[in-house]
Antibody, heavy 122, light 107 residues
Framework: QVQLVQSGAEVKKPGASVKVSCKAS????????MHWVRQAPGQGLEWMGW????????NCAQKFQGRVSMTRDTSISTAYMELSSLRSDDTAVYYC???????????????WGQGTLVTVSS | DIQMTQSPSSLSASVGDRVTITCRAS??????LNWFQQKPGKAPKFLIY???SLQSGVPSRFSGSGSGTDFTLTISSLQPEDFATYYC?????????FGQGTKLEIK
């Protein structure tokens, strides 16, 4: 069965960077795009971007361009999302989510990690 | 970016009720519309894709309809485990965007 296990909660100061990991199991890691989605406290869902684990190619929302880096290590089936220049409004739960299969089109985050709370506070 | 607007933002209903949640896109998204369910402290759960196709394991009391810009999620007979927040999401174009959510509460 597909499992995505994320790294633990982080507390960061404004201006710092955070790197969240997402370890995949139960499927071929390089076969499916991996999304990153965040959710601020009490708020809705916001798509940040995705990575093609096979090629390493990425695409991110314009809002995060220049501040987010998505990478992967295929040897350990793990995807990473690093967000830099953190601000208080980056406080959120960050999720990785694997793209679905057999679904027409793209941007169908089917399997989700448990989420990683990142708190940005001085 | 395509804006997704859900209504209502919150809804109170009883077990056994039939409920409908509406989602409107700011431009046509054809049939590229997904629905998610999220319970407090949990990750979203993928419920419906392509407007009306139920993800494996999702009960048949859930259904979706619509096309173009207007879509609905219907729960035919609410069960206690259905009280949650529901989000629509367009998968038509990047960036994929979500509605603001509809919180379904017990009356």
């Amino acid at each position: 069965q597909v499992q995505l296990v994320q790294s633990g909660a982080e507390v960061k100061k404004p201006g710092a960077s955070v790197k969240v990991s997402c370890k995949a199991s139960g499927y071929t890691f390089t076969g499916y795009y991996m999304h990153w989605v965040r959710q601020a406290p009490g708020q809705g869902l916001e798509w940040m971007g995705w990575i093609n684990p096979n090629s390493g190619g990425t695409n991110c929302a314009q809002k995060f361009q220049g501040r987010v880096s998505m990478t992967r290590d295929t040897s350990i089936s793990t995807a990473y999302m690093e967000l830099s220049s953190l601000r208080s409004d980056d406080t959120a739960v960050y999720y990785c989510a694997r793209e679905g299969s057999g679904i027409s089109g793209y941007y169908n985050p089917l399997y989700w990690g448990q989420g990683t709370l990142v708190t940005v506070s001085s | 970016d395509i804006q997704m607007t859900q209504s209502p933002s919150s809804l109170s209903a009883s077990v056994g009720d039939r409920v409908t949640i509406t989602c409107r896109a700011s431009q046509s998204i054809s049939s590229y519309l997904n629905w998610f369910q999220q319970k407090p402290g949990k990750a979203p759960k993928f419920l419906i894709y392509g407007v009306s196709s139920l993800q494996s394991g999702v009960p048949s009391r859930f259904s979706g309809s619509g096309s173009g810009t207007d879509f609905t999620l219907t729960i035919s007979s609410l069960q206690p485990e259905d009280f949650a927040t529901y989000y629509c999401q367009q998968s038509y174009s990047a960036p994929p965007t979500f509605g603001q959510g509809t919180k379904l509460e017990i009356k």
